[in-house]
């Protein structure tokens, strides 16, 4: 008898929740799209990735799951590889995400300065965003061609200080100084495959090295080429189960 497929468990980009994954949760319905929890004060990427586990693993435990593959999207993606290390997954999936803080780009260093040099203007910034993004919720169609407006609404509704607290621990992520030795550190070792589109300005493509490139895709593939990245998944899903031993009756 051969082994089950894995399950997936999606992780959203920053701002977001468990509605980015519509088209992924209706083609693999043994999967588990997570949403973000509260991050606490100054803590690491690290070790909220840790205490985000654990969430995802006692909602895990309610289903039965022979292994697991993580899958993150963005700033789900830059957490996904430690989340899958505390699950003990047997893959993981970026989505237009890095692997690694120097793949983050340099534009946003003067915003980390910024924001550490006035830590008002983090929240204060954002709240100004969100009104900005409320207004083209009125007027759908003037950013449909751009970004999904369900994306615009999912960020406008998520808890400012949960926000905030997100984009701290992105920063501090990428731009933070490291030791040699942190550097050499290798976070997951099991098959990873990075997704990536061609046309993604958030984090742009020549800053990384993907393993599928998704001509035309910008930064939420999820939702403009469902197809193409399911059919990925389900191919790298179908790698992943032949590596796992055979179960006899």
Request: hydrophobic fraction near 45%; proline fraction near 9%.
């Amino acid at each position: 008898m051969t082994a089950s497929p894995p399950t997936l468990v999606f992780l959203p980009g920053i701002g977001l929740d468990h509605r980015l994954f519509k088209h992924q949760t209706a083609a693999f319905p043994n999967s588990y799209a997570a949403d973000w929890i509260e991050p606490l004060p100054n803590e690491t990427l690290e070790h909220y990735a840790v205490r985000f586990a654990g969430v995802i693993r006692a909602e895990l435990d309610k289903r039965p799951t022979a292994s697991l593959v993580v899958c993150g999207l963005s700033l789900g993606g830059m957490i996904a590889p430690y989340v899958a290390r505390e699950l003990g997954a047997s893959g993981c999936i970026l989505l237009a995400s890095i692997r690694k803080p120097e793949e983050f780009p340099r534009r946003y260093y003067v915003d980390w300065l910024l924001l550490h040099r006035c830590p008002p203007l983090r929240p204060a910034r954002l709240f100004v965003a969100r009104l900005f993004l409320r207004f083209f919720l009125c007027f759908p169609w003037l950013v449909r061609c751009f970004i999904e407006p369900k994306i615009i609404r999912s960020f406008v509704e998520i808890p400012l200080f949960r926000l905030a607290g997100l984009a701290r621990m992105m920063f501090d992520w990428a731009y933070r100084r490291r030791l040699p030795e942190e550097n050499e550190v290798t976070i997951f070792d099991q098959p990873t495959l990075q997704i990536h589109g061609t046309n993604d300005w958030l984090l742009p493509i020549r800053l990384t090295n993907p393993d599928i490139r998704i001509k035309g895709a910008g930064h939420s593939p999820v939702l403009s080429h469902p197809e193409e990245v399911n059919e990925m998944i389900e191919r790298f899903l179908e790698e992943i189960t032949e590596r796992q031993p055979t179960v006899n009756n």
